[in-house]
């Protein structure tokens, strides 16, 4: 069975500083997608970024990068230059085919 | 505790057809969310309910789609006509909103396949 996890459930930055999440899986497929999610006070799901896992290549959105190990099933966000509108819950995500995995989420604040 | 249960777990029908997504959320959760999810887009969110009433459904893509929660223990989400490319996995899920974030629990999901 597939897990993900999460194994920082707060963290704390400052504004502008760089933060990295981690996120590791659990799987024996070979074609399967990863995503992270925001969740702002909002409380709706917003996608980050994805990532294929065929794709060698790290997927890269603006601020937000991920470094993709895949043969150590890692999947970490960076988030660079940090801004207060950041702060929010993080989920990783494992999707393949139907299913689709949460972590149990990374509570960041970004302090000013 | 039971989760969020969502029914049925694949539908596959033909195009025109109606079709409808059920989900009982977790007792004692009084939001109620529900996504489309594909390979793509990942998880679009469709509709939100507060207290079983709507609180945002702009991301309902058009007037085809519908979606009720007539009790605090039942939502449906409608489709009529169906198209083919509404084919995706669809996702409902509750939560218990008081103040701040609090975490959402997923169904496994409706896998709708339209021909």
């Known amino acids: 069975a597939q897990t993900v996890t999460q194994s920082q459930p707060e963290m704390s930055v400052q504004e502008a500083e760089t933060v990295t999440l981690s996120c590791t899986y659990d799987?024996?497929?070979?074609?399967?997608?990863l995503f992270w999610y925001k969740q702002p006070p909002s409380r709706q799901m917003i996608l980050v970024i994805r990532q294929e896992a065929y794709k060698q290549q790290n997927a890269t959105e603006n601020r937000f990068s991920v470094n993709f190990q895949k043969a150590a099933k890692s999947f970490s966000l960076k988030i660079s230059d940090s801004q207060l509108g950041d702060t929010a819950m993080y989920f990783c995500a494992f999707v393949s085919d139907d299913k689709i995995i949460f972590g149990k989420g990374t509570r960041l604040h970004i302090l000013p | 505790d039971a989760g969020v249960i969502q029914s049925p777990r694949h539908e596959v029908t033909e195009m025109g057809q109606e079709v409808t997504l059920r989900c009982k959320p977790i007792s004692g959760h009084n939001s109620l969310f529900w996504y489309r999810q594909t390979m793509m887009r990942g998880l679009e969110l469709l509709i939100y309910f507060n207290n079983n009433v709507p609180i945002d459904d702009s991301g309902m893509p058009e007037d085809r789609f519908s979606a009720k929660m007539p009790n605090a223990s039942f939502s449906t989400l409608k489709i009529q006509p169906s198209e083919p490319r509404d084919s995706a996995v669809y996702f409902c899920?509750?939560?218990?909103?008081?103040?701040?974030?609090?975490?959402?629990?997923f169904g496994d999901g409706t896998r709708l396949s339209i021909l």
């Open positions: 799987t024996s497929e070979s074609n399967y997608y």
């Open positions: 899920a509750s939560s218990f909103y008081r103040d701040g974030n609090q975490p959402q629990h």
